[in-house]
């Protein structure tokens, strides 16, 4: 019989840095503090840290990171490729490790100085000669370089199709800055975002203006993985781990899956949906409360329908009856997301699916949350999440 | 000073026939020798019958605009703004990502017929665009 992940593992400690525009010191330092501060929350010593998992992307080493927080002997390390879609891929390692025994307590870390180092926004270069960079190439020479150009493809193709216009776009963003406000860590803290100020902004990548993009931001995200019966003795309320996957498609690009017969949807996504439904013996109406990723305002529309909230084309409608927002049916990114809280490239919306669960979020809303659904980067190979009480 | 230039493709064993053939003023398609199955962008194994073997078929140029954006920020140095990029469907029935030139980004629209013409830089370096086909 093969090993279900499903309440095997649970998120014990979530640990994070300050979110900023310029950090002031080493990516290796956010990610010590933050796996400090995540060790912290759960009320265990980082002595005890025998695994490891990040993205290829992040710039510290793992020994790095052990010698610097003082962890203990590692037994399990490991990274996950594609930029935010390596976010609940951490988790998805972690829980596997625990499930089978080959660690007892896993830290999945990213940090970055996103903004004053090395910015994802800035895109990609002509320098090395891998398959991957073949892969840009068919982009480099036509100006396709950032990530605003591949998505604005896909969401122009989409928003054509089902009449979803720039203020629906606009209401994406607005739900998620208003949930900001009020939420200390937040570049959107205490800043609210209009209707107008939305339409009236500049035009990036058409049809996506500059409140459709995420933050770019300089900090560290640290989340505590261990066994969900360990979890229940230390000093928070577990958020366990119904289930976690990890999915990429036939037709499978990085940014770019230009060339499947149609393109209004989120293959990757659905298998995702489909995954981590099964695992955890759940489906959308179980769902309480999300932290759907967003690098784009327009990946959340097309989401609802892959997680099956919506029916293909009315996942618009979802948003135009404010079911994203606080009292809705399913409030979503409620510590403003990448949008509006900080671009730690997914990890930190894991952390606001664990307050969901613990209801500690600063957007928690009235209702009780039983489940949260937590997703990975769009338009690359991505997975998906669902954490539950106890 | 030499004018700013666009970042030119890394040439590999996957994809420098393509530019080749671009340099030679032709839009390639790469066809399976063992299927016969068109594909792009250009891979070294079929994923339909596993063939290392193939070759290239001269794209007619013809298609139809399948999605579009139009760039206007950043700026990178080397590209001319606002920049109309397409997806087009070749009548051939594969699709590749180029740019809409010749024209407006009001002009451009989904389901129109374009054309390919070779765009040559000032440093000699030739690149596949498309222009709205001519009303026939
Ligand atoms: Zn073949």
């Given at each position: 019989?093969?090993?279900?992940?499903?309440?095997?593992?649970?998120?014990?400690?979530?640990?994070?840095?300050e979110?900023?525009?310029?950090?002031g010191?080493?990516?290796?330092?956010l990610?010590?503090?933050?796996?400090?501060?995540?060790c912290d929350?759960?009320?265990?010593?980082p002595s005890?840290?025998?695994?490891?998992?990040?993205?290829?992307?992040?710039?510290?080493?793992e020994?790095e990171?052990?010698?610097?927080?003082?962890?203990?002997?590692?037994?399990?390390?490991?990274?996950?490729?594609?930029?935010?879609g390596?976010?609940?891929?951490?988790?998805?390692?972690?829980a596997m490790?625990?499930?089978t025994?080959?660690?007892?307590?896993?830290?999945?870390?990213?940090a970055?100085?996103?903004?004053s180092?090395?910015?994802?926004?800035?895109g990609?270069?002509?320098?090395?000669?891998?398959?991957?960079?073949?892969?840009w190439?068919w982009?480099?020479p036509?100006g396709?370089?950032?990530?605003?150009s591949?998505?604005?493809m896909?969401?122009?193709?989409?928003?054509?199709?089902?009449?979803?216009?720039?203020?629906?776009?606009?209401?994406v963003?607005?739900?998620?800055?208003n949930?900001?406000l009020?939420?200390?860590?937040?570049?959107?803290?205490?800043?609210p975002?209009?209707?107008?100020?939305?339409?009236?902004?500049?035009?990036?990548?058409?049809?996506?203006c500059?409140?459709?993009?995420c933050?770019e931001?300089?900090?560290?995200?640290?989340?505590?993985?261990?066994?969900?019966?360990?979890?229940?003795?230390l000093?928070?309320?577990?958020?366990v781990?119904?289930?976690?996957?990890?999915?990429s498609?036939?037709?499978?690009e990085?940014?770019?899956s230009?060339?499947?017969?149609?393109?209004?949807s989120?293959p990757?996504?659905?298998?995702?949906a489909?995954?981590?439904?099964k695992?955890?013996g759940?489906?959308?109406?179980?769902?309480?409360a999300a932290?759907?990723?967003?690098?784009f305002?327009?990946?959340?529309?097309?989401?609802?329908?892959?997680?099956?909230?919506?029916?293909?084309?009315?996942?618009?409608?979802?948003?135009?009856?404010?079911?994203?927002?606080?009292?809705?049916?399913?409030?979503n990114?409620t510590h403003?997301?990448?949008?509006?809280?900080?671009?730690?490239?997914?990890?930190?919306n894991?952390?606001?699916?664990v307050?969901?669960?613990?209801?500690?979020?600063?957007?928690?809303?009235?209702?009780?949350?039983?489940?949260?659904?937590?997703?990975?980067?769009?338009?690359?190979?991505t997975g998906?999440?669902i954490?539950?009480?106890? | 000073?030499?004018?700013?230039?666009?970042?030119k493709?890394?040439?590999?064993?996957?994809?420098?026939?393509?530019w080749?053939?671009?340099?030679d003023?032709?839009l390639?398609?790469?066809r399976?020798?063992?299927?016969?199955?068109l594909?792009h962008?250009?891979?070294?194994?079929?994923?339909?019958?596993?063939?290392?073997?193939?070759?290239?078929?001269?794209?007619?140029?013809?298609?139809?605009?399948?999605?579009?954006?139009?760039?206007?920020?950043?700026?990178?140095?080397?590209y001319?703004?606002?920049l109309?990029?397409?997806?087009?469907?070749?009548?051939?029935?594969?699709?590749?990502?180029?740019?809409?030139?010749g024209?407006?980004?009001?002009?451009a629209?989904?389901?129109?017929?374009?054309?390919?013409?070779?765009?040559?830089d000032?440093d000699?370096?030739?690149?596949?665009?498309?222009?709205?086909?001519?009303?026939s």
């Open positions: 019989m093969p090993i279900s992940l499903k309440n095997e593992a649970a998120i014990a400690g979530i640990g994070m840095t979110f900023s525009k310029n950090s010191r080493s990516e290796l330092q990610a010590a503090e933050s796996i400090k501060a995540a929350d759960a009320g265990i010593s005890e840290i025998d695994g490891l998992v990040s993205y290829t992307l992040d710039s510290t080493d020994i990171v052990a010698r610097a927080v003082g962890a203990n002997d590692l037994t399990m390390f490991s990274r996950i490729n594609y930029g935010g390596a976010a609940v891929g951490t988790i998805h390692q972690a490790a625990i499930a025994g080959q660690a007892t307590t896993v830290v999945c870390w990213r970055m100085n996103g903004r180092g090395k910015r994802m926004g800035q990609v270069s002509g320098d090395v000669t891998s398959s991957d960079l073949v892969h190439s982009y480099m036509y396709m370089l950032v990530p605003g591949w998505i604005s896909i969401a122009n193709k989409y928003m054509n199709e089902y009449g979803v216009t720039r203020e629906d776009l606009g209401r963003a607005i739900s998620q800055r949930y900001a009020n939420n200390p860590r937040a570049y959107g803290y205490g800043k975002l209009t209707m107008e100020e939305y339409m009236d902004s500049k035009m990036i990548a058409s049809p996506l500059l409140y459709d993009f933050q931001t300089d900090g560290g995200c640290a989340i505590l993985v261990t066994s969900a019966e360990r979890a229940r003795d000093k928070q309320k577990p958020a781990i119904r289930g976690v996957c990890q999915a498609t036939r037709g499978q990085q940014m770019t230009y060339y499947r017969e149609e393109l209004m989120l990757e996504m659905e298998l995702a489909d995954l981590v439904y695992q955890a759940l489906g959308p109406d179980d769902i309480d932290c759907l990723y967003d690098a305002t327009s990946e959340i529309i097309m989401q609802l329908e892959s997680f099956g909230f919506a029916k293909r084309g009315e996942g618009v409608d979802m948003v135009r009856d404010g079911a994203l927002d606080i009292d809705g049916r399913l409030p990114n403003g997301g990448l949008i509006s809280e900080a671009y730690i490239h997914g990890m930190n894991i952390a606001e699916g307050r969901l669960v613990r209801g500690d979020s600063t957007g928690q809303p009235s209702k009780n949350v039983e489940h949260v659904l937590v997703s990975s980067g769009v338009g690359v190979p998906a999440l954490l539950g009480q106890g | 000073m030499s004018q700013p230039a666009r970042i493709p890394p040439m590999g064993h996957d994809n420098a026939w393509w080749e053939m671009a340099a003023d032709k390639g398609i790469q399976c020798s063992g299927c016969q199955t594909r962008p250009p891979r070294p194994m079929c994923g339909d019958c596993r063939s290392t073997e193939w070759d290239a078929v001269e794209a007619s140029g013809k298609g139809t605009i399948c999605s579009y954006t139009v760039l206007t920020h950043p700026q990178f140095p080397g001319e703004y606002p109309i990029i397409i997806l087009v469907d070749l009548e051939e029935g594969t699709r590749l990502t180029s740019q809409l030139v024209c407006e980004p009001e002009e629209d989904f389901g129109l017929a374009v054309e390919m013409v070779i765009q040559e000032p000699g370096f030739k690149l596949p665009v498309f222009k709205l086909a001519e009303a």
